[in-house]
Every structure is written in C-alpha cells, then in structure tokens.
C-alpha cells in the first residue's frame, strides 16, 4: 500500500513538475525578454547601448517563440525594429515597435494563464486520487491493525504458556487450535511431542537411576583417586582411592563445600589450587608430580582437572557445570624413571675414566719420544683420538642429563665478566673452527655490567652452541658471537650461516632426543635440552630464531649481577 501510494504521488508530481516547468521556461522567459526590450527603448532607441541590449532580448525571443501567432508577432516587431533604427526620431515606429512588444507580452500572458488552469485542474485531480487511495490504504491498515495482532498473538500467546508448562516438566498440557492453518498444524506437532515426552519421562526414570548406578559403581572401582565437584564447588562424589588418600569418609564430604574441607585436610587444599588461579595464569609453570603416601609407600600422582561444560538444549552458549580432579597413579613409571638415571649415571661415570685413560694414552703415542709413528699409524691415532673425544662428550652429556633429570643441579652462582665466558667457548673450539677455516666475529662491549651465572655450566652452553653453530656451518664461513645489556639481562647470541632450521621443527629442538629428521650430523640430541635446564636453573632463557637457508640464531639470557 505504501508504494503504491508513493507511485501515484511521483506520478503526479512528476506531470505538475513538467506543466510548472513549460510556464517557466516558455512564457516567463519571453515575458523577460519584452520587459528588456521596452527597458532598451525607454532609454533612447539613439543610444548604442539601448540598441545593443534591444538585440540581444530580440535574438532570445526568436529562439524562444513556444505559442501560437507568436512567430508572426515576432517577425513584425523585427521589420518595425529595423525601421525603428533607419528613423529613431519617428514616434509613429516608436509606438509601433512598443505595439509589438505588447501584443508578444499580453500572448504569454494569455498562455500562462491557460496553463495555470491546467495545472490547477491536474493538482486538483492529484489531490482527490491520492486521498481516495490513502484513505482506502488506511481504511485497510486499520482493519489489519484491529484484528491481525489478535489472530496471530491469542495462538502464539497460547502457544507459550503451553511451553512454559513443558519445561516445568508438565508433560500433560495440550494445546486445542481448531482452525486448519499453520497454528493447527503447529499445535498437533506441539501435542505429539508433549505425549512422547511424558511417555519418555515415566519410562526412562528407571533406566537414568539405573545408569546413575552404573556410573557411581566404575567411578569406585577406578584405581586412580577421582573427585567431583559441581558449579559451586561442592563435592558431589569421591571414589575410595581418593577418600584413602585424602584420609576422609564419604558421609563427610558429600555435599560439602571442598573450600571448607581443604581447611582441615592438607592434600585437599594442594589438589584445588589451581581450580582459584586465573586462566591465563594456570599453565605458566610445567606442573610436576604430587608426591603423596599411599599403598604404605611415597607414590607419585600427575594431577588433572577437567572442566565439564555443556550446551543447554534450546541455548547457544556453553555452561560450566563443574569440574572432576583426577589424580594419575606413575609411581611405576618414576621408579623405572629413577633406575633409567641412575643406571645412565653409572654406566656413564664408569666410561668416563677408561676413555680418558684411552685419550691419555693416545696423547703419549703422539709423542715422538716414545717412538716414530707412520703416517697410517698417525691416521689411526687421529680416529681414535676424535672417537674418544666424542664418548667423552656422550659421557659428558649424559651425566649432566642425570643432573637435570634427578633435580640434583648444584649451582655456584657469583657475579662473573661475560667476556671470560664467551672466550672459554671460542678457545674449547678453535681447533674444530680451524679444521673448517671458520673465523669468529666478536663482539663485546668495552664496558659491560658482570653476569650473575654459574660459569661453569654457562661456559658448557656456550661451549655447545658455539660446537653445534661450527658443525652446521659451512667451510669458510662466519660465526658472529654477541654480547648486549639490557636493563636487567645479559644477553650471549650466536648466529651462524649455515641450514637452518625448518619451521616446523623449531619448537622441538630443545625437546630430549631430538634430532632433525635427515641430518646425518652426529649427536645425542641432548645438548640443547641440557643447555636450556641449565640456564633456566640460573634463572634465565635460551630463545632461538632461525632463517630457513641462511642461518640461526641462539641467544641465552642471564640476570645481572647486582651492584
């Protein structure tokens, strides 16, 4: 209705547009043209300028002549005008040209006239058709707005409160909808799943107490302790290994506040802290195990807490509805954990001295004053001496390995010149960078705070990553050693140019073990997971970036001595 009313309008403002429009662009026109040329002539038709300004307003007139009879009134006042000009001083040409411009004005006039009364005539036209269809439109509206809601809000509003019932668990309510439309339709349907539900609900009881059972019962007979909080962390159930080593009784938890009961029960308190410590907090720390007295033994538990949400049916949006701490029995894994280290640090500890005995004894080989050697006698000292240096490193590797796994790392940390470091690593590798005609660039500031590090194990990084940057580069190439200050930190980088590192093994380098599939380096793929204990245990990071191709970079990060 609205369009059509807008239809009609645009076309009668449209066709009064254009009639308004000839009137103003024929007629008044034409009129301006006159009211000029009498102007000219009032002026003194002897003066240049009148003449000028009458020709102009003559020439717009012949170019405008729109009715009928004006042509020929036109090309008269033309003649008149011509003799007008050849005797200015005749007042009979003067009267005679005035005559023209009269006659040319009172025809517009006429015209104007007549088409204002066609205007008129088709305003008033478009006045009682635009009301008869707006009073029709509203007549129409009005009847809608009387009974439309009503038809379609009594249903819906019906429809709701037969709803609201369902949800109430009244499984009985129907809804009656006699008419044979689309609310019938909808009534039926809302009738026959009101029916399957109440059948749903007096057969399913049974079976849901039945599976209640079934789950209480796999839920006891776990071997690992579980517990079970709802939304308000109130404990909704507890399986015998958890109440066994918590020391409690299921009579006087179930239903309390587990806050309430961490107040009295020490391991409680240590199992649901992390259950109060904010998302973004929760995982910044890798957590260890639990240690904890059960089965008349120090037992070791990796706790979990898994977060139960659901998606309400009818809702879009996810609800937590409470959480289950499970504590994951690895005693046996840690005793065979231990006896792996302690089994590594033997075996290790007990190579190391017959290796360096073999490497003692291949250095008095070296000397000629025991004895000439050949030149395949010094080749196979040589291979022996680089196979020995390399168990020494393995042995080396795997005893600081026993360190970092045992937890056992002994640290004497005092404030120490960063230079001294990094010149123990340059010179622990010259001979290897030498082999492979690679020069260091260094770098250090002339004036630099100390380090707070333990040199030791810090020169032993820096010594491996100056090994690992010398292997994976190429002959004649560069290796840049860095030192920088920050505000707080002393930072060690070493940047090689050799392969890189590809992107997706970048995260994984400093894992235990591993290797980059495809190299045909050798190692035990410990060194950089040793490094990174180690500098962490000083309070610091070791971070890497890397250009697939060109190179990496590894920067090691320790605390400033304090003034």
């Known amino acids: ?211 209640k059972r079934r789950i209480e019962t796999l839920i006891n007979n776990m071997k690992d302790p579980v517990i079970g909080l709802n939304e308000t962390k109130q404990i909704i159930f507890m399986n015998d290994n958890a109440l066994k080593i918590t020391g409690l009784h299921k009579e006087d938890v179930i239903g309390k506040s587990v806050q309430d009961i961490s107040v009295s029960n020490d391991l409680v308190r240590l199992l649901i802290q992390d259950l109060f410590i904010p998302e973004n907090k929760s995982g910044e720390n890798k957590k260890a195990p639990i240690k904890i007295y059960a089965d008349n033994k120090e037992s070791y538990f990796e706790k979990e807490i898994i977060p139960i949400k659901i998606i309400p049916t009818g809702e879009s949006e996810e609800k937590m509805i409470g959480n289950v701490i499970l504590l994951q029995n690895i005693t046996p894994y840690k005793e065979l954990d231990f006896a792996k280290t302690n089994f590594i640090a033997t075996v290790s500890h007990e190579l190391k001295t017959p290796i360096s005995s073999i490497k003692m004894s291949l250095q008095l080989l070296e000397n000629e004053q025991i004895g000439k050697t050949n030149a395949e006698q010094k080749n196979l000292i040589e291979s022996i001496k680089e196979d020995t240096t390399r168990l020494l490193k393995i042995t080396g590797e795997l005893l600081n390995m026993t360190q970092v796994e045992s937890g056992k790392i002994e640290l004497g940390m005092i404030p120490v010149e960063p230079a001294e470091i990094l010149e123990y690593a340059v010179k622990a590798n010259k001979s290897q960078a030498e082999e492979k005609k690679i020069t260091f660039q260094i770098a250090v500031p002339e004036k630099i705070s100390k380090v707070m590090a333990d040199s030791e194990k810090t020169a032993w990084v820096l010594t491996n990553l100056v090994s690992n940057a010398i292997r994976y580069s190429y002959e004649n190439s560069v290796i840049c050693l860095d030192i920088a200050e920050t505000t707080n930190n002393i930072l060690f980088s070493v940047t090689d140019t050799g392969q890189g590192i590809a992107p997706q093994y970048r995260d994984k380098i400093f894992d235990r073990y591993f290797r980059v599939p495809g190299t045909k380096k050798e190692g035990t793929g410990l060194g950089l997971s040793i490094s990174k204990e180690f500098i962490e245990a000083q309070g610091g990071s070791i971070t890497v970036e890397s250009d697939f191709g060109a190179g990496s970079k590894f920067t090691v990060s320790l605390n400033k001595a304090s003034v």
């Open 1 to 211: 209705m609205i369009a059509l009313l807008i239809v009609l309008s645009s076309l009668f403002i449209n066709k009064l547009s254009g009639e308004t429009k000839n009137i103003l662009v024929a007629n008044y026109n034409t009129l301006d043209y006159s009211r000029q040329m009498l102007i000219a002539l009032n002026n003194g038709i002897e003066n240049p300028e009148s003449i000028k300004l009458f020709q102009e307003n003559l020439n717009g007139q012949q170019n405008n002549i729109t009715e009928a009879g004006e042509k020929e009134l036109t090309e008269k006042l033309v003649k008149n005008f011509e003799k007008l000009k050849q005797s200015p001083a005749e007042a009979v040409m003067l009267r005679n040209v005035q005559k023209d411009i009269t006659d040319i004005m009172h025809l517009n006039m006429q015209a104007i006239q007549r088409k204002s009364s066609i205007a008129q005539s088709t305003a008033d036209s478009s006045i009682f058709w635009v009301t008869l269809v707006g009073t029709i439109c509203f007549l129409i509206a009005f009847i809608l707005l009387v009974n439309l809601p009503g038809n379609i809000a009594n249903p819906v509003k019906e429809l709701t409160g037969s709803i609201k019932q369902i949800a109430a668990q009244n499984y009985s309510q129907r809804v009656h909808f006699e008419k044979h439309n689309e609310f019938g339709e909808l009534a039926t349907a809302f009738n026959s799943m009101a029916q399957k539900l109440e059948e749903y609900k007096a057969g399913n009881l049974e079976k849901l107490m039945i599976e």
